[in-house]
């Protein structure tokens, strides 16, 4: 244990880990309670296309990866507000559009590119300082704003037009959950990977929603899991030799189904009036 | 009674190709209690959403608080305190009841301003007027759907509002807590001083409650006191044949009943 520790490359990956973990699960609590579960997925394959382009092109992956995940979370916010369609449908095309992007892009490369497959499956043990940092800032911008705002997250969670009516600014922040969300899979791109990073934004969120009936109990419970799933992940990951970003997601679904099995929910009584 | 509060002047609301309400003018003074009646689909929550300032007029006028509903702020639908429709609620949505209560105050607040001890002491007060303050750290679906509207009428209160707008608070619940739910609203309005929208398909119960109803069928069919308002020839035209009168004056609508 001392010794994995006192590597350099561990400690970067714990660190980062252990970010990703607390933003994702922070922001997987509104995820969840709001319904918009696919769009995670959906701007996690966004972003995904925003990096093979940054590859093919040879731009720094972080600015693109971001252009294309708020992209694709705005076009979809303003989808379902206009009513246009359901917001499962406007993302699911969007997913597989940026998919399809992504793909295009990785055949358009001369030559294979391990770093953009890092980014697809995730890489926690290769972080580098300068992607740290960069984790690090966008981890304080998205849990400064959840910090801020976190009464009208709340509020919105509960029910928008409630919120609304309340005088309650909530068609602006609803927008700002969703540029967090994509904020959010951006940092958590490189530790868990496009494919598995919006597991790491449900799955502590759901498992410590089976566990608690309070708004507040249920955020700290998913910081919780999320932050000890992550990193004790990597360090499963480095001692027994397993990809990083199964190894956190894997462990973040063990508990889940355990919690399932302990839900105080399901022993649920009706007060009577 | 005080003075208008909300007016509406010759207002029409509505979608692209669909009219929902249409010419409305009238008149909500300070301190009123008005009931809202009318069949399915006659623009009753319309009217709601109208006074929330979330919806503006096609044409005409909408004044609420003497500003043009199109000007309505943040801080001028924090002074309408309102019960949406029941159903809406996710009854496993991790939420206490005190942390439900303490939302009416988020609007009040406004950006950046976190709720300091006087706003719980505002929203225990809420809940005590409902009759809900030892239930404050249960979980709210864990409640009955009575104590739910109780709880939910608290989160409207905590806004210390002028305006209490109450979209059918007593449909879904049985009979007793209907009255009971009515009892206290009626209590909360003489108490506090508040002026009541209560929108309701059930005209029997609120008819000795209210001092004015407003009966809709897209357009304001007719609005005054309970007994000018349900005349059998006007319920007539609103209801047609889906209206019944029992021998015992009571109003039944059977288009209502039969879509529940």
């Excluded at chain 2, 309505?72 to 942390?99: M, S, W």
Aim: hydrophobic share 50%; net charge neutral.
């Amino acid at each position: 244990m001392v010794e994995m520790l006192s590597y350099d490359f561990m400690q970067r990956s714990l660190w980062a880990a252990a970010l990703v973990g607390a933003i994702c699960s922070v922001i997987g609590v509104f995820v969840v309670l709001r319904g918009l579960a696919f769009v995670g997925a959906g701007t996690a394959h966004a972003a995904f296309a925003g990096v093979t382009l940054a590859y093919l092109v040879g731009l720094p992956p972080f600015p693109l990866a971001i252009l294309f995940g708020l992209a694709t979370v705005w076009v979809t916010g303003v989808m379902e507000e206009k009513g246009q369609m359901k917001l499962d449908v406007s993302i699911g095309i969007l997913y597989t559009a940026t998919m399809a992007l992504a793909i295009l892009f990785i055949g358009l490369m001369k030559q294979y590119n391990a770093e953009v497959y890092g980014y697809l499956f995730g890489s926690v043990l290769s972080v580098t300082p300068e992607e740290l940092w960069g984790i690090a800032l966008l981890s304080l911008l998205v849990l400064g704003a959840i910090l801020l705002f976190s009464k009208e997250l709340f509020f919105i969670a509960f029910d928008q037009e409630m919120a609304e009516a309340s005088g309650v600014p909530a068609r602006g922040m609803f927008y700002l959950l969703l540029t967090l969300i994509a904020l959010t899979v951006v940092v958590s791109l490189k530790i868990v990977g496009a494919i598995l990073v919006f597991a790491m934004i449900l799955i502590p969120a759901s498992t410590a929603y089976q566990l608690t009936h309070s708004l507040r109990q249920m955020t700290a419970y998913s910081v919780l899991f999320g932050v000890f799933c992550a990193t004790s992940g990597v360090m499963l990951s480095y001692v027994w030799d397993l990809p990083s970003g199964p190894a956190i997601v894997l462990l973040a679904t063990t508990l889940f189904f355990t919690s399932v099995f302990l839900s105080p929910k399901r022993l649920r009584r009706v007060v009577p009036s | 009674m005080g003075n208008p509060i909300i007016r509406f002047s010759h207002a029409t609301f509505g979608f692209p190709g669909v009219i929902a309400l249409k010419d409305i003018t009238l008149e909500i003074a300070e301190g009123e209690f008005i009931g809202i009646i009318g069949p399915n689909g006659s623009g009753k929550t319309t009217l709601c959403k109208a006074v929330l300032g979330l919806m503006r007029p096609l044409e005409g006028s909408l004044q609420i608080f003497d500003c043009a509903c199109e000007e309505l702020r943040c801080h001028h639908r924090a002074r309408i305190g309102y019960l949406p429709q029941k159903g809406r609620l996710d009854q496993n949505f991790p939420i206490t009841v005190l942390e439900a209560v303490m939302m009416g105050r988020y609007g009040v607040l406004g950006l950046f301003r976190r709720p300091a001890k006087q706003d719980q002491e505002i929203a225990l007060q809420a809940l005590t007027n409902v009759g809900m303050q030892d239930h404050r750290d249960s979980a709210l679906g864990h409640l009955s759907s009575g104590q739910q509207q109780r709880v939910l009428i608290a989160r409207a209160l905590a806004q210390q509002p002028q305006v209490l707008l109450l979209d059918e608070p007593t449909t879904g619940i049985d009979i007793t807590t209907q009255h009971s739910v009515l009892d206290l609203v009626r209590r909360l309005h003489r108490d506090l001083g508040l002026t009541v929208l209560l929108v309701t398909h059930d005209i029997n119960m609120i008819r000795s409650q209210v001092d004015r109803l407003v009966l809709l069928k897209t357009r304001l069919f007719a609005a005054g006191a309970p007994e000018a308002v349900l005349k059998l020839d006007i319920l007539q035209q609103v209801y047609g044949k889906d209206l019944v009168i029992t021998e015992k004056d009571l109003i039944i609508v059977e288009d209502y009943h039969h879509h529940r």
